[in-house]
Each structure stands twice: as C-alpha cells, then as structure tokens.
C-alpha cells in the first residue's frame, strides 16, 4: 500500500506497531477533487449517488472510469465507499422476509451462535446466507444480486472472477460492539500467526478480497452503524497492531461512524480499522447483509485430493519422527501434503467460538504423527473435517 509510515522490512513484529506511525497516516484528509464522480465526503468518506452513478456506468468507458476511482478511493483513498440508494427498497424487503424466516428457523432449532469479534450470542447470525437464499428463494436471489452497483466495485478491486459470499449480521437491541480489527484474510490470524508472514504479505492481503454492508433497515447512530478509521488501511503493521489495546483505544476515539438508510450500501479495503458500533436502542433489530468478496486467483491450479494423501503417508511420517528427525523436516512434508488453511469452511458447523479459526487439515495430521494415532483415526478425523466444509441448504419450508 502507498504511504506507509516506515520502509517495510522483511518481516514485521509487534515493535513495528508506533501508533504515531498510524495517527500521521490517517490525518491525510480526503479531498474531493479527487474523486470526481463522488456526490460528497463526510468525515472523510466518499459518498456516492447510486442513481448518477448507474448513468455513469451505463458505457463501457464511463464504467471504467469510475472502476478506477473507486479503486483509488479502496486503496490509496479513505479506504471506504458508500454508495446511498444501492438497492431497490422492495427488494430488499422481499429479502428481509426471508432472512427473518431463515433466523426463525435457527432460533427454533436451538445452539449456540458463534461471531467474530464479538460476544457469543447477542447478534443473530446467518452464515452462507448467500446459498441459503439462493436455494430458498431463487426469485429474490436473482433481483437482489442483479445490482450494478455491486458489480462495479467488485470488479473495481478484484477484476472479474470475482466470489461472493454472504452473512446476514442482526445487532439486537443493547447489542455490544465489535472491537476494532481488520478482516480477512491476515485480519483472521492472531498476531502471532500474522507475524509469521512476510512482509509483503500483509501488503498482497487486502487485494484479495473486499468487504461490504447491506443496509437492511434504517441504521441511525444509536443502533450502531458500522464504525470506521479513514485511512487505517494504509497503515502497513495494522494486522500486528489491532490487537495491541493502545491502538484499539485511539480507534474508539477517534472512529468515524455514518448513518446509513435502508438500501443503502458500504464497502470498504479490509485493512480499514472498522467495528459494528453499539446498539443503544430498545427496540431496532439493525440487519446488514455481510458481504466478503473474493478474487478469483486465490485458488491453486489443481485438483488435490489432500486427505487420502495424509492418511496414505500418516506410516511414512511416523517412522520419521520415531527415527529422530527434526521436527520442522517433518513440518515441511506435512506442508507438501496437508491443507494448511482453515477456510473455506462451514461457519453453521465450525462456529468461530474458540477462535477466529477452526484447526487446519494440516494441525490434524501433525497431531496424528505425534500421537501416533492409527490410519483409521486419521481417515475418520479428516473426513469429520471435509464434512464440515460441506455446504448445508437450508432445513424447513422454501
């Protein structure tokens, strides 16, 4: 990212973390005249009509040029975007009813309801929302996601190819907030975890995916809208440094936070400093739909069936460790074979409650090695593991 406080060394470690580093790289204040297709910038963050900007993009070169302002505006600009009447209010009605009946249906069924970044339990969470309503609703699904909008800034920063996924978030009413963070990928690591990557990693990271919010009901500041620090994203040892309680302490005081209006839509570069705010009121059940887009270059070129591979050399593996190789020899044969990452997974089934991320296939199998379970131990462990990563549709009526 451009404007980084400090040459980036190959690696970077919580020392790295200044918080004046940070407090120099927000005071930058965004400047209209930059962003020409933009209707105005409160508290540094660019606001866009949805209905000038539809006539924009109408031509391919007019779509162009404002695919290009907006990914200055993601990656070298506030860090955010909001774009006000983004959906149609009927459509989005239409998907509310189904989202309320979905939560229903979870509500009824019982368990607990894991979240990121914040208390078990006091949100309503749909995860996969996007196949829930897909496959409950094809009707709604097709006119809520044939949005222009939507399009253009997914292709703004990721090109085409991009993946979307859904998770509806309902922040009851004395709904506590999030603390600060940034999001996936690095932002889902622990400190310890995200120091373990280079440094241009945590700069790569952002460009892989984008998030975005879905106004479902009118969301004025006592029920907590979204809250943001313009510019955080530009802060290269951010992953490292929210978690540090200065830096979350100078993020609650000096957060921006909008309100927005049903249909209204925000997206935002994933290094950006953000939190869902409070819920202060008594009765408003504020609903955003979650979006987390991906680019399409986050995938490998072949097809790996990595699971037979690990029972298969499970034997191999042992009679390594038994003869006294070094631990990290055996780490770099599990690496070749094992599936290293905890996502994609099934959030209905691998709920983010004692952590942000559930044990890898690769965890799996070091932990076979070294308690020298059996091949059938290991085949039954990772095919639990590959079940939770299956898709579920939706339980009840459609």
Known sequence: MAKDARPAPGYLSGDDCRLDDLIEVVREETDPADYPHAGAVERGVLIYDSGRLRKEISGAEG???????????????????????????????????????????????????????????????????LEKLALRAPDVFVAYYANDIVATVCQAW???????????????????????HRDYHLGFQSSVQAARFPAHVHRLSPALTLQGAVAHTDMPAETGPTMYLPHSQKYLPGYLAFHQPEFREYFEASHVQLPLSKGDAAFFNPALFHAAGANRTAGVHRMANLLQVSSAFGRAMEAVDRASMSVALLPALRAMREAGA?????????????????????????QPIDGLAPMTQAEILGQAVADGWSQQRLEAELGAWSSRRQSQPPQGPR
């Open 158 to 180: 990721l090109g085409p190819g991009y993946q979307v996924t859904s998770q509806i978030n309902v922040v009851n009413p004395g709904g506590a907030a999030q603390t600060a």
């Open 326 to 350: 070094a631990p990290t020899m055996i780490a770099s044969a599990i690496a070749a074979c094992a599936e290293g990452y905890a996502f994609p997974t099934n959030l209905d089934l691998d």
């Open 63 to 129: 779509r162009r040029d404002v695919a290009a302002e907006l990914a200055r505006a993601l990656d070298d600009g506030p860090g955010i975007v909001v774009f006000t009447g983004a959906f149609d209010l009927g459509v989005v009605d239409r998907a509310t009813d189904q989202f309320k009946a979905i939560i229903a249906g979870q509500r009824a069924a019982g368990g607990g309801a894991g979240d990121h970044f914040a208390q078990s339990g006091q949100n309503d969470r749909i995860w996969n929302a």
